[in-house]
């Protein structure tokens, strides 16, 4: 069973609707990452969060934002998504992440189970 | 040329036989290398870390790193069906953009 785990499994969300992800984690890390997944393609970093602050945002529109509300818990607010936005969202966390820290932080994430997000 | 290139296959592995999945990287500062197995409609699932050269093992699992060459490979040993899945190779450089880049990933199905 995995530690991270995410709510909801699935959403399912029109283009005007607000909705939120959520992500939990009791492994004591202190980094914490949102990925977006398309089928058959690799993970996409969008968010990580270090100590509770947004470390990197690789370029994400602003119809999508992260809240780190303390060290276990990581949220993503939706509002005015498009159907392309259809994906499986993916929360993870790791022990560390230093920037610019060469062979301080091993990136061993571990992922929850997913959120399954449509959008219609 | 990407970051982190894998053979999308599938690659089709008779029971009991070995699987072999390699992983090219470009970027030579990498430093921890990682292999996720991931189940179709699932999320990854980490099954090796390698940080130097040489092999590791870890039951069935053997990864492979050539920092010279810029490869790493895993190798499953005695494959089983619940072993199909998508297995992607993922690299760390934690002096570069200190994130983790992920290969296309290799499809494997085992075919009892």
């Known amino acids: 069973d995995t530690e991270v785990t995410q709510t909801p499994k699935h959403l399912v969300m029109g283009m005007t609707n607000k909705k939120s992800l959520k992500c939990e984690q009791h492994m004591g890390h202190r980094a914490m990452y949102w990925y977006k997944q398309k089928a058959k393609k690799p993970p996409e970093l969008m968010f990580v969060?270090?100590?509770?602050?947004?470390?990197i945002n690789e370029s994400v529109p602003s119809r999508f934002s992260p809240e780190c509300p303390n060290s276990s818990l990581l949220n993503l607010h939706l509002h005015a998504l498009q159907p392309e936005d259809s994906a499986l969202y993916l929360c993870?966390?790791?022990?560390?992440?230093?920037?610019?820290?060469?062979?301080?932080?091993?990136?061993?994430?571990?992922f929850g189970e997913g959120s399954r997000l449509t959008v219609l | 040329q990407k970051e982190v290139e894998q053979n999308s296959g599938p690659l089709s592995v008779p029971e009991g036989a070995i699987a072999s999945l390699n992983c090219t990287y470009s970027?030579?500062?990498?430093?921890?290398f990682f292999w996720y197995r991931q189940y179709s409609g699932k999320s990854p699932e980490l099954i090796m870390s390698i940080y130097s050269n040489g092999d590791k093992e870890d039951g069935r699992f053997t990864a492979q790193l050539n920092k010279a060459s810029q490869y790493v490979s895993l190798l499953i040993r005695d494959s089983q069906p619940s072993d199909s899945a998508t297995y992607l190779c993922a690299v760390w450089n934690g002096a570069a953009g200190n994130k983790l880049t992920f290969g296309g990933g290799t499809r494997v199905l085992v075919k009892p």
């Open positions: 970027d030579r500062g990498s430093q921890s």
């Open positions: 993870a966390s790791s022990q560390e992440w230093y920037p610019g820290l060469a062979g301080m932080n091993t990136g061993e994430l571990f």
């Open positions: 969060y270090s100590y509770e602050k947004l470390s």
